[in-house]
Nanobody
């Protein structure tokens, strides 16, 4: 059974930084497609960043140059480093893993950016 546990969310002032972590069990991040998504109140869930099994990455235009997705295979963990945070980055952030035909989600972690 695949389980994802996110952590690292919180309250930060605009311009600040946070690092989110997504630790997987029952799956290996090194051979999976792992993405960070977010959902703000009243809005649809959107892709923020994704890292492919080969290590390539892609980002939403709104976070390019500010966010970085990375992976630690030894810890089976994917990170999302978020810098220069803006009020509009406020959302619940979810980790998603796609592997072996399955699609799995974490419980989400709240990120709130104050002005």
């Amino acid at each position: 059974q695949v389980q994802l546990v996110e952590s690292g969310g919180g309250l930060v002032q605009a311009g600040g930084s946070l690092r989110l972590s997504c630790t997987a069990s029952g799956s290996m991040v090194s051979i999976s497609i792992v993405g960070w998504y977010r959902q703000a109140p009243g809005k649809q869930r959107e892709l923020v960043a994704r890292i492919w099994s080969g290590g390539s990455t892609n980002y939403a235009d709104s976070v390019k140059g500010r966010f970085t997705i990375s992976r630690d295979n030894a810890k089976n963990t994917v990170y999302l480093q978020m810098n220069s945070l803006k009020v509009e980055d406020t959302a619940v952030y979810y980790c998603n893993i796609v592997q072996g035909g399955g699609d799995y989600w974490g419980q989400g972690t709240q990120v709130t950016v104050s002005s």
